[in-house]
């Protein structure tokens, strides 16, 4: 007789932590399947140093196979969930599609970028929610300054050291953050002195008093709206003091490949527009015909789905009653989701026999935010902290948070302290890989036809 078989959908932090719970609870009694687009969790809330050359991208990726035993990794992106015959179809890296059936259904498949209907962005802005996006950014910011560096331009230069962020929430702000402090070290390597070379051309390099410019743009009458105004007015200030030119109230009216057209009428010259508005439910929530809740799955407060009872869902993907707030919905944070995570498998074990369900409730603990450097703000417990202890309180919070690879995190912020940033371009990930606009945007895009 074959073993029952649970299937997670997605390896996100909910999904991860699901599967790791069940692999411990069943050891081997069940089959535990994870369908997830590549072998590795991803640290979402270390990215930004990914970006900013603090840490090599393996360092956020923890791998699946390697952390989770007892549970079945099958790579692949589902298209499809029949509810009606319990059968998911997945079509995995290489193209080719397949079919899992499943007795336990348990969907964490995430988020995506947040679009709005603004003319311009969809072609010329780039997201933020995989790793893909990360290491694009950071060639492009490389990129950027080196060709800044040779031009003989000023306007152009000018253009080409101009970066905008859209979005003053958690990672929108840790980007500008962190990019700030990576263009000032970068200007700094290809800063050259004054003057002519023999053939009577100009000396390469960027002029001395050419600092790299960062904006970070939010509608929000305040940065990092959903933290306590005074963490609001630390991380504000932290960044005015790195340059960065914030401007709260304000939002990008057209994007073109010139520039961004701002909503009070000024046009910004710029190659680089970096969208951090937001997030929404992964497509797949909108295809399975279920009711939802501003795009997210509905589900009670044990997580299951109401009408099927072997189908549970959680995380950004889910509409979860927030039992300590009535009338409203867990907010799309790492911090749930791990939580909710857990509270899943344990629900699923329930429906074996292993336990009693449980509804899920959990008090915000507070929240962190890395602004680079010795600079950080964070409220744990909600207790308001800023500067060098808040940074190391989060840096603390993400190395015991990590489910993998803390050695090295460590390891590579230490050689970050002493050593300078390397300015290198690897050009493996292009601009039209990573479109703002995509149902996957932790899997880069390949060329027509491959």
Not at 17 to 34: D, K, Y
Not at 228 to 235: E, G, I, N, V, W
Not at 309 to 319: E, I
Not at 434 to 445: G, I, Q, T
Request: glycine residues 10%; charged residues 25%; neutral net charge.
């Amino acid at each position: 007789m074959s073993r029952s078989r649970i299937v997670i959908v997605g390896a996100g932090f909910a999904g991860y932590q699901a599967a790791r719970t069940l692999s411990r609870r069943f050891r081997g009694a069940a089959e535990i399947v994870l369908v997830n687009p590549h072998d590795y969790f991803l640290y979402l809330p270390l990215l930004p140093e990914v970006a900013a050359g603090v840490l090599e991208p393996r360092r956020v990726s923890v791998s699946l196979a390697g952390t989770l035993p007892r549970v079945r990794l099958v790579l692949g992106e589902v298209s499809e969930v029949d509810l009606e015959r319990r059968q998911l179809r997945y079509r995995d890296p290489e193209g080719r599609d397949g079919e899992l059936r499943y007795d336990r259904l348990l969907l964490t498949v995430g988020s995506v970028n947040k679009l709005l209907p603004i003319p311009g962005v969809a072609e010329h802005a780039h997201g933020f929610r995989g790793m893909p996006e990360a290491l694009y950014l950071r060639d492009h910011v490389t990129r950027q300054i080196a060709m800044a560096a040779t031009t003989d331009d000023p306007a152009e230069s000018a253009a080409r050291c101009t970066f905008v962020v859209v979005g003053a929430g958690y990672t929108g702000t840790e980007v500008a953050a962190h990019g700030a402090l990576f263009t000032d070290a970068l200007a700094k390597q290809h800063s050259r002195p004054g003057g002519t070379l023999g053939d009577g051309a100009k000396d390469g390099g960027l002029r001395g008093d050419r600092r790299p410019k960062w904006m970070l743009l939010d509608i929000a009458p305040r940065v990092l709206p959903e933290l306590d105004q005074r963490l609001s007015k630390t991380a504000h200030r932290v960044l005015a003091r790195r340059g960065v030119d914030v401007r709260t109230e304000t939002s990008v009216k057209e994007a073109t490949a010139d520039g961004v057209l701002l909503d009070d009428g000024e046009f910004v010259r710029t190659h680089s527009l970096i969208w951090c508005v937001g997030v929404r439910p992964d497509p797949l929530v909108e295809q399975m015909g279920l009711p939802t809740e501003r795009g997210r799955l509905v589900v009670d407060e044990y997580l299951r789905v109401p009408g099927q009872p072997d189908v549970l869902a959680c995380g950004d993907a889910a509409a979860v009653p927030d039992l300590t707030r009535e009338g409203e919905f867990t907010p799309m944070t790492a911090q749930h989701a791990v939580r909710q995570g857990k509270v899943a498998a344990h629900n699923l074990a329930a429906s074996y026999g292993y336990g009693a369900a449980r509804p899920y409730k959990h008090h915000d603990l507070g929240f962190t935010v890395d602004l680079g450097g010795l600079q950080g703000a964070a409220n744990p417990l909600h207790v308001p902290l800023s500067g060098p202890f808040a940074n190391a309180v989060t840096r603390g919070y993400h190395l015991a948070a990590m489910p993998g690879n803390r050695v090295r995190v460590l390891a590579d912020w230490m050689l970050d302290a002493v050593l300078p940033r390397q300015a290198v371009q690897l050009g493996l990930v292009r601009s039209w890989s990573v479109p703002l606009e995509s149902s996957s945007p932790e899997v880069a895009r390949l060329p027509e036809g491959a």
